[in-house]
């Protein structure tokens, strides 16, 4: 199974839209890893995480064949992570030659309320509302969706993805996860190859109920999927999703996170498990 991360940085990207700060003008003078998209994700080349305002252009500097994309699973319905007026370029006459002929879009109420509120109901899109702790099958993937500490709990969810024997924790965007969710966890006997975290605040402090993580809320997160036997020694840990204020220069965020057994994620990182 292969992730690749489009877009790492928060909704305002890296360096902001329209910030003059001194951690934004340093990310334009160094650019390469320094530039950061808006958050998305992409599974092998047919399961797409989140439609960002951003998805055209993550489209095109990494040649994604975009009609082969066969699903689309939603975390919520932020505008940084979901766009729907996308959806409504895949009928004709903006689209043909659809190698998936049905895109399956899949998220909350909320989230597909708003999605079919803005591009009404394409051709070529399916819609399909989902739950918390839900489990459900896409082709050859299993997944699994779990309430994040965003928004509230029935319209925000970060998921776990198997593939095979493969299998991931995609958790973004969320505070520290509820104490029912390491419950499922262990109740499942998940074993997780690849774990990816959200770490919007890096070094800024941020309570544990708050609707994001920094550093020391990863580390602890970390060390409790361990306590429970979800992670060990070769889980690959990923942090994801960096705000501007936390000054996410790559090279800061990488030795801060080696601290704690962590890689940092950047726009068109390609990670296999």
Not at 14 to 42: D, M, W
Not at 66 to 71: A, G, M, P, R, T
Not at 90 to 100: I, N, S, T, V
Not at 208 to 234: Q, V, W, Y
Request: proline share 3%.
């Amino acid at each position: 199974m292969k992730l690749t991360y489009l877009g790492t940085a928060a909704a305002e990207g890296f360096p902001a839209v329209f910030c003059n700060c001194q951690y934004c003008q340093e990310a334009r003078k160094l650019g390469g890893k320094n530039i950061r998209t808006r958050s998305q994700a992409i599974i092998n080349d047919d399961l797409l995480i989140d439609l960002c305002p951003d998805t055209y252009h993550h489209f095109l500097v990494n040649n994604i064949e975009s009609h082969k994309i066969k699903y689309l699973v939603i975390t919520h319905a932020h505008g940084d992570h979901l766009y729907p007026v996308e959806l409504c370029n895949r009928q004709k006459p903006y689209a043909h030659g659809m190698e998936a002929p049905t895109l399956e879009v899949y998220g909350s109420a909320l989230s597909i309320e708003r999605a079919t509120q803005i591009c009404g109901a394409p051709k070529n899109v399916s819609f399909n509302v989902i739950d918390r702790f839900q489990r459900f099958e896409l082709g050859e993937y299993t997944l699994w969706s779990l309430p994040a500490r965003h928004m509230d709990q029935k319209n925000a969810f970060f998921y776990v993805i198997k593939q095979g024997e493969k299998t991931l924790l995609y958790g973004h965007d969320t505070g520290f996860f509820y104490d029912e969710v390491f419950d499922f966890f262990k109740n499942e006997g998940f074993k997780f190859d690849l774990v990816s975290l959200d770490c919007t605040n890096g070094d800024i402090a941020i309570s544990d109920t708050s609707s994001h993580m920094g550093f020391e809320n990863n580390k602890r997160l970390l060390e409790r999927l361990e306590s429970i036997g979800c992670i060990g020694p070769a889980t690959k840990k990923i942090i994801n999703h960096f705000s501007h204020n936390a000054n996410p220069i790559h090279e800061h965020f990488t030795k801060r996170a080696a601290s704690f057994g962590c890689d940092v994620s950047y726009d068109s990182m390609t990670v296999e498990i």
